[in-house]
């Protein structure tokens, strides 16, 4: 028996959504010695702001009147959306008045813009083609920029011959989520989920070749490259 193609994407994405939920999780012990040591110490804000876009933008997207037939896009941005605010708030709780005032306008900053791109959208663009066009190309955009954290510690990996910040977990579980959801997009063909999931998927056999390549029995430190949940890789999709 054939199995719908649809009924057959559908699993695929709610593998998808359970992967990107363990990986939106993955910072989580940074939180927990924030909360123990009530000070934010040397951590940084910026990959949790830039996440927190990253979701935004693909909620949006995923919307039924910008690209319909996309609630598993919708569920598990959803739930890092909320999981990136929880992470912000602690951040905000701990963080030192210049830090904070920092972390706000940054923030502030995104608000503007979402709200924007919003406007932009349902005032603008009236055929769900010129939506998914222009929320999907910014969607690919800030995605892209996302992988700048993988491509930084693949470099540190070749340069110290170490693999001491790349947790070979971390970089497995990245690759196997870039596969679903790059499949998920190739069955109802959606380009905008296929690019950035098809690049994820590639930096993530990438970083389990160096891995391999400069593995010499020592333990990787879940250090550094926790510091980015990826998109689905990051963002999840």
């Known amino acids: 028996m054939v199995m719908n193609p649809d009924a057959v994407r559908n699993v695929v994405g709610i593998i998808g959504n359970l992967i990107s939920f363990g990986l939106f999780l993955s910072p989580l012990p940074t939180f927990v010695t924030i909360v123990k040591k009530k000070d934010v110490e040397e951590f940084v804000p910026d990959p949790y702001l830039a996440t927190f876009l ?15 037939n996309s609630i598993l896009v919708v569920t598990i941005n959803g739930t890092g959306l909320l999981i990136e605010i929880a992470y912000l708030a602690i951040y905000f709780a701990y963080a030192p008045k210049p830090k904070r005032c920092r972390m706000l306008g940054v923030l502030t900053v995104e608000l503007v813009f979402l709200a924007a791109v919003a406007a932009g959208v349902l005032l603008g663009a009236h055929t769900y083609d010129k939506r998914s066009l ?4 910014l969607c690919v955009f800030f995605g892209t920029l996302m992988y700048a954290a993988p491509l930084t510690i693949m470099k540190q990996v070749i340069a110290t011959k170490s693999v001491e910040y790349m947790p070979f977990t971390l970089s497995l579980v990245s690759f196997i989520n870039g596969i679903c959801w790059t499949i998920y997009a190739l069955i109802r063909f959606d380009i905008f989920i296929t690019i950035p ?10 970083q389990l070749i160096l891995y391999f390549c400069y593995y010499d029995g ?20």
């Open 134 to 137: 222009i929320v999907g190309t």
């Open 218 to 237: 020592s333990t990787a430190k879940n250090k550094g490259a926790l510091e980015l949940p990826k998109d689905g890789d990051s963002s999840a999709v």
């Open 54 to 68: 990253n979701c935004a933008l693909w909620v949006f997207y995923g919307l039924p009147f910008i690209h319909p």
């Open 197 to 206: 999931n098809g690049m994820g998927t590639l930096l993530g056999a990438a």
